[in-house]
């Protein structure tokens, strides 16, 4: 499932960020031919913005993906939890295993999202993509945190520091995050709306269910900011070179 219903607020003024360009190519088409690339992916459910979903579905037939890959398009929410719960109610029957991948990581390699699938057949129902954090990290005091929103790039009020987490046991992650179908339905159901949940993982975690990391990679990042584009173009004109 690929949440695509998002503004993206952060990349600044223009169409919703699933349907920006990268390199000609809608990020949300380059999404959902990184995931139909893997032979394990038969369905893909996309949650297009709430007023876009025609839309999104002319541009997913004009673009060419593989045959084997039969391709749901479904309206979203207000939230990505929203969005992810409208998603899993468009999920055919007979599915065990659900990935739920942002649109907005468009260039993540089939070898993350195969090793993310193998990780749940393994038994485990909930796998992450991860990398250990670069950035030292610093917490704020939830007044400063409320003031600057996390990534805000406009500089505010001197915000202070209540502690420095180390860093070697942080990791950053991404998705496809991988899921048991059950599991993940479980844990959504369990959910309390606005609670603040960034990722689907988190509310696994909630539920007391084991969640598991496995390597993420460089080229999963998540398109966020103006330079995150310039930084997605590059990357596919190193793959054509
Ligand atoms: N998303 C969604 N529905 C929402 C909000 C987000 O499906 N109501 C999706 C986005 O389309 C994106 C993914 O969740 O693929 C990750 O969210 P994020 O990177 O935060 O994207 P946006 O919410 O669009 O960006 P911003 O927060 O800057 O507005
Ligand atoms: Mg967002």
Do not use: C, W, Y
């Not at 479904?74 to 599915?95: F, K, M, N, W, Y």
């Not at 070898?111 to 990290?137: H, K, N, Q, S």
């Not at 103006?226 to 070179?241: K, Q």
């Amino acid at each position: 499932m690929i949440p695509a219903a998002g503004r993206g607020v952060r990349l600044g003024p223009g169409a919703p960020k699933a349907l920006r360009a990268l390199n000609g190519t809608p990020m949300l088409v380059h999404a959902v031919r990184a995931m139909a690339a893997s032979r394990a992916v038969s369905v893909v459910v996309v949650v297009a913005p709430p007023d876009g979903a025609a839309e999104v579905k002319t541009l997913l037939t004009d673009h060419a993906l593989p045959e084997r890959t039969d391709v749901l398009v479904v309206p979203g929410g207000a939230t990505r939890q929203e969005s992810v719960r409208l998603g899993l109610d468009a999920l055919p029957p007979g599915i065990d295993i659900v990935l739920v991948h942002d649109a907005a990581r468009p260039l993540v390699p089939v070898d993350t999202v195969d090793g993310v699938i193998e990780a749940v057949r393994d038994g485990a129902p909930a796998v992450v993509p991860a990398l250990p954090v670069t950035d030292t990290v610093k917490e704020v005091a939830p007044a400063a945190a409320e003031s600057a929103p996390a990534g805000s790039a406009a500089p505010g009020a001197p915000e202070p520091v209540v502690a420095t987490p180390d860093r070697s046991r942080l990791r950053a992650v991404q998705t496809p995050q991988g899921f048991d179908h059950a599991t993940l339905l479980r844990a959504h159901e369990a959910v309390v709306v606005g609670d603040g949940a960034t990722d689907d993982a988190g509310l696994v975690e909630r539920l007391g269910e084991p969640v598991v990391l496995v390597p993420g990679h460089e080229e999963a990042f998540k398109v966020t900011r103006p330079l995150d584009l310039v930084l997605a173009e590059a990357v596919l004109a190193r793959r054509r070179a």
